[in-house]
């Protein structure tokens, strides 16, 4: 949930605002510890309390943004309201909430009278920025939102929602140990419990899991286990302090399991776009190349037409060379008549050569164009084809890897199961 929030006065002028018909619904859910019952009112009260004292900005005003693609009830946005009150400082101080809805999306505006009538002073608001920023970041992690690429670093993104590009890159990679202690650390930063922690590391691919020795560890869809106290670089005991027992938590290969069906799932969502991108670039090149024949086509009647027309034309002159009549019949026998068939043969001939050039040079330029249009959809098609390919091999093997692992978490609870049984024939 994005929070954008500011110390104001002007508290008519904010009501109005809040107010404004341009929304498509516009509700005032809430007037706590005002005498006033309309929000104009309401904000009115509060610019009188502050006329006895110095306080010009007697307001501070919240936006409440959750989400584009989800739709949070009236309870998570009054939530939200109380733990940002606790947080400034501004426990039991008198508040609006006003809902607004647009274009079928949802958000909500707290206001709160910053004047404490006991004390005829306003309450001081430090940090008002880097507050908002831990509440909004703990928001999204309870709530499992995604997180905008503004609250987290673009590289430590929820690796269910890599690109391809990503994928590729990370195939490729190393792991940076400092990418990986910073990215424990942030997690353990933005959790206070063992419920919020689990939801800061799966933000972060890592499924939370009980160790060999009843640790705490994390576990990423390779299999691999990270100690949870080693990373986020405190002993034992305090991690299990915040975080409790280790009882309700999967084991490691379920653990294994999980977090390679995670990203399965991401994987096979890949491949789908390439086989669908792949047939979509197949359409659009079938119809640039359809496009490109009936072009052609046209170039090629055009050309037809235009030599047609000078052969016409030199047909017609070369009938106005004949003489007719007694000086035809002159140059029938001086030879003349023979001279002049000889001369519009030869440029007949001419004419025909240099048509024939000019439709042999319109069909290799048209085969060049024809020829390039292929190569450029063969390379496309081969390398969404190679990738979605190469995806089918990554999902094998993690699917391979997974069925491993929860072959070996039922072989582990089984095992479990007769150790149990086998103390309780042995008595204590």
Same mark, same amino acid.
């Given at each position: ?15 109005? %605002? ?26 009115q009260e509060s610019y009188a309390l502050s006329r006895a ?18 739709d949070p009830d009236n309870q998570v946005f009054e939530e ?91 195939? =490729? ?84 399991a999980k977090a390679a069906g995670f990203v399965t799932v ?29 072009? %052609?086509?046209?170039? =090629? ?35 003349? %008549? ?64 997974? =069925? ?25």
């Amino acid at each position: 949930m994005i929070l954008v929030g500011n110390q104001r006065g002007g508290g008519k002028n904010l009501a109005l %605002h809040l107010l404004k018909e341009e929304n498509e619904r516009v509700e005032v859910h809430q007037l706590r510890g005002f005498v006033g019952e309309t929000l104009i009112s309401a904000l009115q009260e509060s610019y009188a309390l502050s006329r006895a004292t110095k306080c010009r900005q007697h307001l501070f005003s919240l936006s409440l943004n959750p989400p584009p693609e989800e739709d949070p009830d009236n309870q998570v946005f009054e939530e939200a309201v109380d733990r940002i009150e606790r947080r400034l400082g501004l426990d039991g101080q008198p508040r609006a909430i006003v809902f607004h809805e647009k274009e079928g999306r949802r958000h909500a505006h707290a206001v709160w009278c910053r004047i404490d009538a006991g004390q005829m002073k306003a309450v001081p608001l430090p940090f008002t920025r880097q507050r908002l920023q831990e509440v909004a970041r703990e928001l999204y992690i309870e709530h499992d939102w995604r997180m905008p690429d503004g609250f987290i670093d673009k590289e430590l993104r929820d690796p269910r929602n890599f690109t391809l590009a990503e994928w590729q890159q990370a195939k =490729r990679a190393q792991k940076d140990p400092r990418r990986l202690k910073a990215q424990f650390q942030e997690a353990w930063t933005l959790s206070d419990s063992k419920v919020s922690f689990e939801h800061a590391l799966k933000e972060r691919g890592f499924i939370l899991a009980k160790g060999d020795r009843r640790g705490f560890v994390a576990v990423d869809h390779t299999g691999e286990a990270y100690a949870v106290s080693r990373w986020v670089g405190l002993k034992a005991k305090q991690v299990a302090a915040r975080l409790g027992s280790t009882d309700d938590l999967p084991s490691v290969p379920a653990a294994h399991a999980k977090a390679a069906g995670f990203v399965t799932v991401r994987l096979e969502a890949l491949r789908a776009e390439q086989v669908r991108e792949a047939a979509a670039t197949k359409a659009e090149f079938d119809a640039r190349r359809e496009r490109l024949e009936r072009q %052609h086509a046209a170039q =090629r009647k055009a050309l037809a037409e235009d030599q047609r027309h000078l052969r016409q034309l030199q047909e017609a002159e070369q009938r106005h060379r004949f003489r007719t009549g007694l000086l035809g019949f002159l140059d029938r026998v001086t030879g003349r %008549h023979r001279r002049v068939a000889a001369e519009n043969q030869l440029s007949a001939a001419k004419l025909d050569e240099v048509n024939s050039v000019e439709r042999c040079a319109l069909a290799e330029r048209q085969g060049q164009a024809r020829s390039a249009l292929q190569e450029r959809a063969e390379a496309e098609l081969r390398q969404r084809r190679s990738a979605a390919e190469s995806l089918t091999t990554d999902i094998d093997a993690l699917q391979n890897a997974r =069925r491993r692992a929860e072959r070996a978490d039922h072989t582990g609870n089984k095992g479990a199961e007769r150790r149990k049984r086998q103390r309780i024939r042995d008595g204590p």
